[in-house]
Antibody, heavy 119, light 112 residues
Framework: QLQLQESGPGLVKPSETLSLTCTVSGGSISSSSYYWGWIRQPPGKGLEWIGSIYYSGSTYYNPSLKSRVTISVDTSKNQFSLKLSSVTAADTAVYYC???????????WGQGTMVTVSS | QSVLTQPPSVSAAPGQKVTISCSGSSSNIGNNYVSWYQQLPGTAPKLLIYENNKRPSGIPDRFSGSKSGTSATLGITGLQTGDEADYYCGTWDSSLSAESVVFGGGTKLTVL
């Protein structure tokens, strides 16, 4: 059974870069036809898609975050990563990694990790 | 402001039926599949419905989905207290300027 686990710092200073890793277990990240992505949820608010990466390496980013986001895959470690630069308090949220079926359906979610942006 | 529009809240009694609407446009719902997600308090969202009306294995047939034009609807019958959760619709948006996954603002279901 495929499982996803987010990891990374829970506290990031304003203007710095938020870095998170998602470790995939129970399956290969190189499996064809899947997208891997990141979604976030500010406290008490709704879901916001950050971006996705196809198994081939093609990336798709939320237009509102595109200038600050990089998603990459490390097939040797069965992981994919998120980097969000120049963070502000508005980036404080629970960050979920996920596997998508097709471009728009989030099939499997990680448990989420809370990231707070504060000095 | 979410791209997809959902009612903030709905409520019904145990055993009853409830529907949750999701309204969009031709660049999203009108030309793409709709998914629905359930988020129980303090947990990650879970896929309930995909490709408008399909249920992943393990999702009871009390949950159903439909789509017509630029709107979609989630139906839940035989309401249980355990169904109290936030529900989100989502789809792909392929406008001229950009492509992205978009969500509704979420609907809080209260089972009275």
């Amino acid at each position: 059974q495929l499982q996803l686990q987010e990891s990374g710092p829970g506290l990031v200073k304003p203007s710095e870069t938020l870095s998170l890793t998602c470790t995939v277990s129970g399956g290969s990240i190189s499996s064809s036809s899947y997208y891997w992505g990141w979604i976030r949820q500010p406290p008490g608010k709704g879901l916001e898609w950050i971006g996705s990466i196809y198994y081939s390496g093609s990336t798709y980013y939320n237009p509102s975050l595109k200038s600050r986001v990089t998603i990459s895959v490390d097939t040797s470690k069965n992981q994919f990563s998120l980097k969000l630069s120049s963070v502000t308090a508005a980036d404080t949220a629970v960050y979920y990694c996920a596997r998508l079926i097709g471009a728009g359906t989030i099939r499997i979610w990680g448990q989420g990790t809370m990231v707070t942006v504060s000095s | 402001q979410s791209v997809l529009t959902q009612p903030p809240s709905v409520s019904a009694a145990p055993g009853q039926k409830v529907t949750i609407s999701c309204s969009g446009s031709s660049s999203n719902i009108g030309n793409n599949y709709v998914s629905w997600y359930q988020q129980l308090p303090g947990t990650a969202p879970k896929l309930l419905i995909y490709e408008n009306n399909k249920r992943p294995s393990g999702i009871p047939d009390r949950f159903s989905g439909s789509k017509s034009g630029t709107s979609a609807t989630l139906g839940i019958t035989g309401l249980q207290t355990g169904d109290e959760a936030d529900y989100y619709c989502g789809t792909w948006d392929s406008s001229l300027s950009a492509e992205s996954v978009v969500f509704g603002g979420g609907t809080k279901l209260t089972v009275l």
